[in-house]
């Protein structure tokens, strides 16, 4: 990979600025000063130091975002215009162009998304033959009835293939839920409440698999996953439950 680009991609500055910190002698390569921006390094075996202090390659970044109602689940590729914001948009990383959102929220659900650049855990994540366990609160413009609850949690027929599976649902207040389902199909939880003749009026995102979400990241903000939230994500035993299913 060539100098530049190394350095633009850990984040020391645009490709422009990151030619004038090599020409000013700020970058060595493996101990020696290097001033040529196209000289080619080996990412994970060459020691790359800025002003002294060594820049480890990370070829993966991993974000919790606090997905505000009003900005799409995507990434900029799968975007049609340039003009519309998706939630990869809110991330600043020198990497934006690879990351893309693990899963959908609807347009109007706030809450819990994972945005990375890592397919395969993503692929881990939603792959429907593993079950990742999802934590929403809903609010209803009715309330849920106990048995209808019971019916929802048994599996219901929202006019798919299948009918859904098994779920689980807390009865808050008269018109307030928690349910945690296992699939990710299309704007499953308004279909399925709607087959008890109740509208969802509010969906948030509390939980996917093992990783929670941090409230103390207000809408719109996000922040990297941590070691410990990443290696329950990777190896959900290695945490004190697992949350994903064989
Ligand atoms: N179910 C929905 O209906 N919408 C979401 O955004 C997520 C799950």
Do not use: W
Request: with cysteine.
């Amino acid at each position: 990979m060539r100098l530049d680009r190394f350095l633009a991609e850990m984040g020391a500055g645009t490709r422009k600025e990151v030619k004038k910190l090599i020409a000013g002698g700020s970058v060595s390569v493996n101990g020696s000063p290097e001033k040529r921006p196209d000289t080619h390094i080996d990412p994970e075996g060459d020691r790359v130091e800025l002003n002294g202090v060594e820049l480890h390659y990370t070829k993966y970044e991993y974000y919790m975002l606090h997905k505000p109602q009003g900005i799409i689940s995507a990434s900029r590729a799968d975007l049609r215009s340039r003009d519309e914001r998706c939630v990869v948009d809110l991330i600043d990383s020198s990497r934006k162009r690879e990351l893309f959102p693990v899963g959908r929220l609807d347009k109007d659900t706030e809450g819990l998304l994972l945005i990375t650049n890592d397919g395969k855990l993503a692929h881990e994540l939603l792959s429907p033959k593993k079950h990742v366990d999802k934590t929403y609160y809903a609010e209803l413009d009715r309330e849920l009835s106990p048995d209808g609850a019971l019916r929802l949690e048994a599996g219901v027929d929202i006019g798919d293939e299948r009918p859904t599976l098994p779920c689980s649902i807390r009865l808050l207040e008269p018109c307030r839920i928690l349910i945690t389902i296992r699939e990710g199909r299309y704007h499953q939880i308004k279909r399925m409440l709607l087959t008890e003749g109740c509208t969802v009026t509010y969906l948030k995102r509390l939980s996917m698999g093992p990783l929670e979400l941090d409230e103390s990241l207000k809408k719109g903000e996000y922040r990297p996953l941590s070691e410990h939230e990443l290696s329950l994500l990777k190896d959900p035993m290695s945490g004190s439950s697992a949350h994903i299913q064989q």
